[in-house]
């Protein structure tokens, strides 16, 4: 059985307020089209000692991969890109990419993931009323990746783990990308732009992240308080 833990992307675009109207013909954009490119770089591994390393693939931009030949012994993470229409100023948020971790278990002696940048890159057209394509915005989450050692019981990890041994993500540069709880246990990201006097705010949220005990920060190699998510292990050996 093959375990895969799925992590949804969603943005939202709200208007907190109207700046000043400058121009009576200014009109609110009620409805949107909405592009979202993601995409993995700087993906680091951990160091080939020359014996069954496996092998580790990052021609996609959207997965990364490592571990042996055959897929089942192998784990990846990945992301959708998604477009669509219908966003609605003040509306529903939309799903904005899934960011998947396919975790099997694999042997310890291959090369694994131990960090990536993750960007996503949204552009938005006007539809209602219709208008040029913005300029896209980007952001970056520098992650860490911690593929923790299996053991047979969860008690032994050294954290807090529901399989034996859950793996560990961690956001490294959360703090400077200004995240704000969502009052349910989450974060967002909150990036502005004025367009015809009004200022709309796209929030952006990672669902499923979280504060970390410290143990399980510790075993990402991240410090004490840090923010991220675990997923389990394939169980079913
Ligand atoms: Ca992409
Ligand atoms: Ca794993
Ligand atoms: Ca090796
Ligand atoms: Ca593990």
């Not at 131990?114 to 970056?140: E, N, Q």
């Not at 593929?147 to 032994?156: F, I, K, Q, S, V």
């Not at 807090?160 to 490294?172: A, L, R, Y």
């Not at 929030?203 to 004490?224: K, N, P, S, T």
Request: with cysteine.
């Amino acid at each position: 059985m093959k375990t895969e833990l799925k992590r949804t992307l969603l943005s939202t675009l709200i208007v907190p307020f109207a700046l000043v109207a400058t121009s009576a013909s200014a009109d609110l954009i009620n409805e949107w089209d909405y592009d979202v490119d993601s995409g993995f770089s700087g993906a680091d591994f951990t160091a080939a000692d020359g014996e069954n390393d496996g092998s580790t693939d990052t021609t996609d931009e959207n997965v990364i991969s490592w571990g042996g030949a055959d897929d089942e012994d192998r784990s990846s993470v990945s992301i959708e890109d998604v477009n669509g229409s219908g966003l609605m100023t003040n509306g529903d948020a939309v799903a904005g990419g899934t960011f998947t971790h396919d975790n099997n278990i694999i042997d310890a002696d291959y090369v694994a993931l131990t960090g990536f940048d993750l960007t996503s890159t949204l552009t938005l057209t006007p539809t209602d009323p219709a208008g040029p394509a913005l300029p896209p915005t980007s952001i970056t989450f520098m992650s860490f990746f911690s593929e923790t050692l299996n053991r047979d019981d969860p008690a032994d990890c050294g954290f807090p783990s529901t399989s034996g041994c859950d793996d560990i993500f961690t956001i490294d540069n959360f703090d400077e990308l200004g995240a704000v709880e969502n009052g349910m246990g989450g974060f967002e990201f909150a990036q502005s732009f004025v367009l015809d006097d009004y200022k709309y705010t796209v929030f952006l949220e990672l669902v499923g992240l979280g504060v970390l005990d410290d143990d399980a920060c510790l075993a990402a190699g991240a410090q004490i308080g840090c923010v991220g998510l675990l997923t389990e292990e394939d169980t079913a050996n």
